[in-house]
C-alpha cells in the first residue's frame, strides 16, 4: 500500500471557528499584524508551532488521572525518571516546566561574560538565555543548510572544522558548552547525522568543553538517521537514540514536542556536582527537584509521551506526513527548504516575496498573508525573530528568511493539509498584491513575540 494513514483513532474533536476574508482583515489589524498577538478561537488551521499542541493519547489521559500529586517524592516522578533513564542513559533527571526553563537554569551556571555558547543552530530561547547570561552564542551550520535548494540528508549537522577552528583562536577555556539542536529547528527541521554527533563529541572531548543536545525533536532525528545514514536501518529507534545521547554530557528537552505533553521538559547530565547546582536553582524558580513546576499528572504525561513517540508507525507517519506537503508545494515550483524535515514545512519566504526587501520582513509578510488568505497561521524565523542590528542602526539578517508552519501532532488530517497547500497556492500566485511591514515597537529580547507592526505606505 501506498497511502500512509494515521496510526491512531479521533476519540475526540474540538470545533473550528471559521473566520471570513472580511473579518480577518480587522483580526490582523487589530493584532498589530503579528500572528503571535491573533486570539486562538481566530485561527482556522494553527500551525505556529508544534510545541503543547500535540494530542495526548487515551493512555497518556489515563496517566493524567493516576498522577500523584505530593509535593515530595510523588511516584509519577520515579516513573518519568525510569524512562528518560533509559532513553539518555543519563543518572540525573531534573523535571522543569518546560525547555526554556531548563536552558536558564542551566546557562545560569554556565554562561556568563566573556564566553560562548557554539551550536549548530540556537533557536530562539535558548540563544536569549544565553544572551541574558552574558554570554555569546555562535552557530557553525554546515555549508549546505545555507541553501534551501539543496537536497543533502543532514543538513542539520555542525561544520566541524569551522568549530574546531573557533575554539583553538578563542581559546576552550572561554567555551562555555556546545549545544547540538537536533532537529536543527531554525534551518529548517533538518536532522544530525550520527558520525557529525560523533565528531562534535571528539572534538568536545579534546578541549574538554561539554556537549549538551537539545532533545525537543530526538526521535524525529533517531529516525531520519535510520532511514539516511549507513549502518543504522536494522537498529531500533530506541538503539538510536541512546547511542546519540552516548556522546552528550547531558542534553535539554521541551516535553511539549516529541513527548506529546501539553507543557513540561527536563534537564538530563552524568555531572553530579553540576546536577547539585542545576537542583539548587530549581528549587528558587521551579519547584521542589521532583516535580521541577510541574503536576505529577503532566510527569505521567511526558512518561508516556516518551515511550509513545519511538514507536516506529508513528515516526513513519509523522516524517511521511511533512514529506506530504513538500510534494503538495513541488506541483506549484512553491519555494521551500529541501528535503523536508521532521516537524514543519519551511518556505522560502526570500524568493516567495522576492518584491519585498529584507528590511520590511518579507517573512512576516508571508505569515500575514497566509493567514488573510486562509487563516493560516504560522511562524516567521527570519529578520524579525533573528534580525540584528548594526552599529549604524542598519538591519542584519540571518542566512535565511523563512516561514515556518509548524505541524502539531496526531491533531491535523490529510484534508486539512490539503486545505493548507491550497491556502500556499493561492497566496503564492497573487503574491505581488502583498506588501512588507515596519516595527512600531519591539520589546529588548525576543522580539517576535510581541512586536508591533504597521504595513508599508
Known sequence: MNTIIEPFRIKSVEPIYFSSSDERIDILKQAYYNPFLIKARDVIIDLLTDSGTSAMSSEQWSG???????????????RFEKIVNEITDMPFIIP????????????????????YVLSNTLFDTTRANVEFSGAEGIDFRCTESNDPDVWAPFKGNMDTTALQTFIEERGPE????????????????QPVSM??????????????????????????????????EPGYGTKSISQITREMFSYADGCTMS??????????????????????????????????????????????????????????????YRIRSIQYIGEKLDVFSIPYVKPTGGH????????????????????????NA???????????????????YAADGGLVSPPMELVRL?????????????????????????RRSFAGYNIIYEPPMLRHFTARFEPVG
Do not use: W
Not at 174 to 189: A, K, M
Not at 344 to 367: E, K, S, T, W
Not at 411 to 426: F, K, L, N
Open 96 to 115: 522543569t516546566h518546560q525547555g526554556r526553563a531548563s536552558e536558564k537554569i542551566l546557562l545560569s551556571l554556565m554562561g556568563g561574560d566573556g564566553k
Open 64 to 78: 493524567v488521572m493516576r498522577g500523584d500529586e505530593s509535593y515530595a517524592g510523588s511516584e509519577s516522578f520515579f
Open 370 to 388: 497566509l493567514y488573510l488568505e486562509g487563516g493560516v497561521r504560522g511562524v516567521e524565523i527570519g529578520s524579525v525573530m533573528f534580525g540584528k
Open 344 to 367: 514543519a514545512i519551511y518556505l522560502d519566504a526570500r524568493r516567495f516575496m522576492d518584491h519585498v526587501p529584507i528590511h520590511q520582513y518579507p517573512g512576516l509578510c508571508l505569515c
Open 406 to 430: 509548524a505541524i502539531p501532532r496526531r491533531v491535523y488530517t490529510q484534508s486539512h493539509i490539503d486545505y493548507v497547500a491550497e491556502v500556499i497556492g493561492e497566496v503564492y500566485r497573487r
Open 255 to 316: 516535553a511539549k514536542k516529541d513527548a506529546f505533553a501539553n507543557i513540561g521538559g527536563f534537564l538530563a547530565m552524568r555531572d553530579g556536582k553540576l546536577a547539585e547546582k542545576c537542583r539548587n536553582l530549581l528549587i528558587i524558580t521551579e519547584g521542589f527537584p521532583t516535580y521541577g513546576g510541574l503536576a505529577g499528572r503532566d510527569l505521567e504525561a511526558i512518561a508516556i509521551g516518551l515511550r509513545e513517540v519511538m514507536e516506529e508507525d508513528y515516526l513513519k
Open 174 to 189: 572561554r567555551i562555555s558548552l556546545v549545544i547540538l539542536t537536533v532537529t536543527d529547528n531554525s534551518g529548517g527541521g
Open 195 to 228: 558520525a557529525n554527533i560523533k565528531d562534535v563529541h571528539s572534538i568536545c572531548k579534546a578541549y574538554g568543553i561539554p556537549l549538551f543536545i537539545d532533545a525537543c525533536r530526538f526521535a524525529e532525528n533517531a529516525y531520519f538517521i535510520k532511514l539516511r
